[in-house]
């Protein structure tokens, strides 16, 4: 493993342990709170923690009499904001790490060029970072910290801050110069995570809700969380003969799922897309359940109707003709077919 971590602040109500391989990129989501940040800097040697131990490629970061300093960790932090030096070119920027390192000038600017040109910033080279949009500032950190040649690399949130019409190119830059790379990203977008990491972890309350790999944790989540980050509502229960019983002691009949033993603790997903609302019970629905509405959010050209752990996403006129508010009642029913059945553990 190249980073092996292991850290708890009782003050924060914080307490992780993970680990990570050689060259996998991992996404670290959750909501405020949650304990991403503290994570980033506890690695980064910002934070200290009030116990734990944590290796770098079996070097110790933090251990019981031991705080390795922040620059001698060799660890490349990267955060919404550029942060770039005012003073100095972008090339001289891209530089500084190798310069830092011990590089002759000559060989720290051939290796700052070599970056600028990864990135798609060969063209910069002169420019000051007040000249800079923030897509191409972010383009600019990048190529700072990877010149740098760091055993890890930390992006806090790297597109936060930049406008949504920018997001995807610099998506894709970094989806190619993070391949191979060991590296943690810590988002609130799915996507991101989609794009760009290998497994993931959902941090809630200090804890970690959840891990696995990506599309394993995106795609059949098994925290409340992570699954309306993912866009999906979840039920937990029993697995029986033909499909379901929750744990409110409802009967649904799902399609698939043969491969999990009955009797066993299982979790459906199901898409609010897929969820059909109506004010009485709709004539030969295979699956419906009688819900309390406890929000109703307007999503552009669709409302989502939140009910407890399930969410529907129906239109302004439906909305408007069942005239449903926090607190009222409707049916939520869906076919068999739409929702995934799989085992609550990984």
């Not at 991101?192 to 972890?201: C, E, N």
């Not at 394993?216 to 229960?237: K, M, N, W, Y």
């Not at 009485?280 to 109707?305: C, F, H, W």
């Not at 752990?309 to 739409?338: H, K, N, Q």
Request: hydrophobic share 45%; with cysteine.
């Amino acid at each position: 493993m190249t980073l092996t971590f292991s850290a708890a602040l009782p003050q924060r109500r914080f307490d992780v342990s993970f680990t990570l391989r050689h060259g996998e990129t991992l996404a670290v989501l959750g909501p405020n709170g949650a304990g991403k940040s503290t994570l980033v800097n506890l690695i980064a040697g910002l934070l200290a923690p009030a116990s734990g131990h944590a290796e770098l490629e079996g070097e110790v970061l933090f251990g019981p009499g031991v705080s390795t300093p922040p620059h001698a960790r060799n660890v490349a932090l990267l955060a919404q904001d550029a942060l770039l030096f005012p003073h100095l070119s972008v090339l001289e920027n891209v530089a500084f790490g190798p310069r830092s390192s011990g590089a002759s000038r000559r060989t720290a600017r051939s290796t700052a060029r070599t970056w600028l040109a990864e990135v798609g910033a060969a063209g910069f080279e002169h420019r000051r970072p007040g000249e800079l949009s923030g897509g191409e500032a972010q383009r600019i950190a990048v190529a700072r910290a990877l010149a740098a040649e760091p055993r890890l690399l930390l992006l806090d949130e790297p597109m936060a801050a930049l406008d949504v019409a920018v997001a995807p190119a610099l998506r894709s830059m970094l989806r190619r110069v993070l391949a191979h790379r060991t590296a943690i990203i810590v988002t609130h977008d799915v996507l991101d995570a989609f794009s760009l990491a290998d497994r993931v972890i959902v941090l809630d309350g200090g804890r970690i809700v959840d891990d696995g790999p990506t599309r394993s944790v995106l795609e059949q989540p098994r925290d409340p969380f992570t699954a309306g980050i993912a866009g999906l509502s979840v039920l937990h229960g029993i697995r029986t003969a033909e499909g379901l019983r929750t744990t409110d002691g409802d009967e649904l009949r799902i399609a698939g799922g043969e491969d999990l033993e009955p009797g066993s603790a299982c979790t459906l997903a199901i898409r609010p897309s897929s969820i059909r609302v109506s004010a009485s019970r709709p004539a030969g629905a295979g699956n419906a359940l009688r819900v309390g509405i406890s929000d109703v959010e307007p999503r552009g050209d669709l409302v989502r109707l939140r009910a407890g752990a399930l969410a529907a996403d129906v239109t302004p006129a439906t909305a408007a003709d069942l005239d449903l508010g926090a607190g009222s009642t409707a049916w939520f029913a869906f076919r068999a077919e739409d929702a995934v059945l799989y085992s609550a553990t990984r």
